[in-house]
Nanobody, 115 residues
């Protein structure tokens, strides 16, 4: 079955950087769009960034210009480079894989931005 395993979360000071990784298995990775979403306590899950199977990217308004999504099809991995982090970026970050017919989620990794 499809598995998505996130890593790279942690505690970082405001203005710092983190890189999240998500390794996928049980799927033909290159055929799937990949994305990152986040959910802060008491808030709905929101889009962070997506990258289609063809490499087209889309970013949420709150992270545009600070975060970069990338993928390595040879490693079945999608990355999220997060720069200039703010306390409001604190959330659980979830990896997502999608096609027209399928949609899968990882279990999430916690990112906390605090001094």
């Amino acid at each position: 079955q499809v598995q998505l395993v996130e890593s790279g979360g942690g505690l970082v000071q405001p203005g710092g950087s983190l890189r999240l990784s998500c390794v996928a298995s049980g799927m033909i990775f290159s055929l799937y769009g990949m994305g990152w979403y986040r959910q802060a306590p008491g808030k709905e899950r929101e889009l962070v960034a997506t990258m289609s199977s063809r490499g087209r990217t889309n970013y949420g308004n709150s992270v545009n210009g600070r975060f970069t999504i990338s993928r390595d099809n040879a490693k079945n991995t999608v990355y999220l480079q997060m720069n200039s982090l703010k306390p409001e970026d604190t959330a659980v970050y979830y990896c997502n894989s999608y096609t027209v017919n399928y949609n899968y989620w990882g279990h999430g990794t916690q990112v906390t931005v605090s001094s």
